[in-house]
């Protein structure tokens, strides 16, 4: 199940929502929220709930034990043996087909290939999962004590399958305890609809424009960088959009989860970028991986790197998403030792005409490379006119000037200008609270209709990320 269904908005939610309000004891909520997030789950995915099941006992005991060790050698055993636990699912349900695809194709043998299906969002809650367990030997927090309160941390369905990736020590106390006021709710379901609309009414748009371009039979220079951007578009309203829904469900039901987005695309560098874009991946691989590695301390260079490495093969199964996280971490140390530094040296206009082309470059063919996951180096070659068979043609002019309007106002909406905008308009026109409030239900009204509009019409519509 997604949230991008009229399933989902309307008959999942349409049913949650007064079975858990009129329950009155929190206990009796919990249980509600972990059943209804099992069966969202299980929709198509049955047998990998006793997958997670058997995630959340095993880091739960493992929790428990960890809090009790007085000594640090047999409290770090523990911690071994779980995060290789988690590791290892994660690693057999999501790498083996790669591991011996990759391994008949370099050393000609004959592995079997196992047709593994993964289960959906494994990479985000195997994280969550990990962040509890090494959180409770850093004595950070102490072990949960009721596995119910574990495993609807782990399963709760509003950022179960592409995140954000919830830190244990961010929501600890918000699990026994929540309070969930009409402000707080209205204001979620405003969070809501924002992210719906940008999964269906761009993100959506944009993926048709991108396939239109790449399945012109005439290869041109244009329809190549014109579908690499539109992706651009496209994984950050989807990916953003479904934080926007996860965060506003959330809110809906009394948690609150930090923030994963920070308009990205206002950045000028690929540093600045990642510390706007995803942000609960870059601080889960700072906090458990770079930091202890020595950080800036000792062996900077190597761990940005490896930490990189890491980055691209959290992403997918293939060896794409690799050279995107290499490619990265090439650009971060470039930036760290030479960029950065040269940018302050020179006039201030030539330094940001400078830096916004150099980061539009980057992060175009960035997720160029993510995006060709088969023939790689040939796709990219396209990019920088190797192979192309015209700089342009009528077709590929006629897509562009089909998805113009898409195009010019996914990038507006991409950056800060239209909240900075709303927000001068409502000081100079000194809105009160009430008309704000009315506004914006009103918003969201118009929002949520629109979309479901748009949905009916367009069909099934699964998210870029839910297959990481």
């Known amino acids: 199940m997604i949230f991008s269904s009229e399933f989902f908005v309307y008959f999942f939610m349409a049913l949650l929502f007064p079975v858990y309000f009129l329950a009155k004891s929190t206990g009796a909520r919990k249980i509600i929220l972990i059943v209804f997030s099992l069966i969202f789950y299980a929709w198509g995915e049955p047998f990998y709930v006793f997958l997670m099941f058997f995630m959340v006992a095993a880091n739960y005991f493992a929790g428990l034990i960890i809090d009790s060790r007085r000594s640090v050698a047999g409290a770090r055993i523990w911690l071994a043996a779980a995060v290789t636990v988690d590791l290892l699912i ?3 349900f999501k790498y083996t087909g790669l591991f011996a695809e990759t ?3 370099v050393f000609h043998v004959g592995v079997p290939v196992p047709a593994i299906r993964m289960p959906i969002g494994i990479s985000f809650f195997t994280f969550q999962a990990m962040s509890y367990v090494i959180d409770v030997y850093r004595r950070d927090v102490r072990a949960q004590r009721s596995f119910v309160n574990l495993l609807l941390y782990v399963s709760f369905f509003a950022q179960l399958i592409a995140g954000p990736i919830v830190r244990y020590k961010d929501i600890e106390s918000q699990l026994d305890e929540r309070r969930v006021r009409l402000y707080d709710f209205n204001d979620g379901v405003f969070r809501f609809s924002v992210g719906f609309a940008k999964k269906i009414l761009i993100a959506d748009k944009c993926a048709a424009a991108v396939t239109s371009l790449y399945a012109l039979p005439n290869v041109t220079f244009v329809a190549r960088w014109a579908g690499a951007f539109f992706y651009a578009l496209q994984i950050y309203f989807d990916f953003s959009g479904y934080s926007d829904m996860a965060i506003g469900l959330g809110k809906m039901f009394g948690f609150r989860f930090l923030e994963n ?3 990205p695309y206002a950045s000028s ?10 942000i609960s991946l870059g601080t889960f691989f ?3 991986v770079y930091i202890p590695l020595g950080g800036n301390r000792r ?3 190597f761990n940005i790197m490896f930490v990189w490495l890491l980055t691209g093969f959290w992403h997918g199964a293939s060896w794409n998403f690799v050279m995107w996280g290499v490619f990265y971490g090439i650009l971060l140390i470039f930036e760290k030792k030479f960029l950065l530094d040269f940018l302050t040296r020179i006039p201030k206009v030539v330094s940001f005409i400078v830096s916004k082309f150099y980061f539009i470059f980057i992060t175009v063919f960035g997720f160029a490379i993510f995006y060709f996951t088969k023939n790689t180096f040939v796709s990219l070659g396209y990019l920088f ?3 192309v068979r015209s700089f342009t043609d009528i077709f590929t002019n006629s897509i562009i000037a089909s998805n113009l309007f898409l195009l010019i106002g996914g990038i507006i909406l991409a950056l800060p200008a239209v909240p900075w905008l709303l927000k001068k308009i409502g000081q100079k026109l000194k809105v009160s609270y009430g008309l704000y409030r009315y506004s ?6 118009a929002l949520i209709i629109l979309s479901t509009i748009s949905l009916v019409g367009s069909g099934f519509s699964p998210f870029l990320y839910w297959a990481f």
């Open 90 to 92: 994660l690693c057999v």
């Open 103 to 105: 391994l008949n194709n």
């Open 261 to 263: 987005f920070r308009h």
């Open 269 to 278: 560098s690929a540093t600045e970028f990642w510390r706007r874009w995803h």
């Open 286 to 288: 700072r906090d458990y």
């Open 299 to 301: 062996h900077h260079l």
């Open 385 to 387: 006119g190797i192979g």
């Open 440 to 445: 914006r239900t009103a918003c969201e009204i």
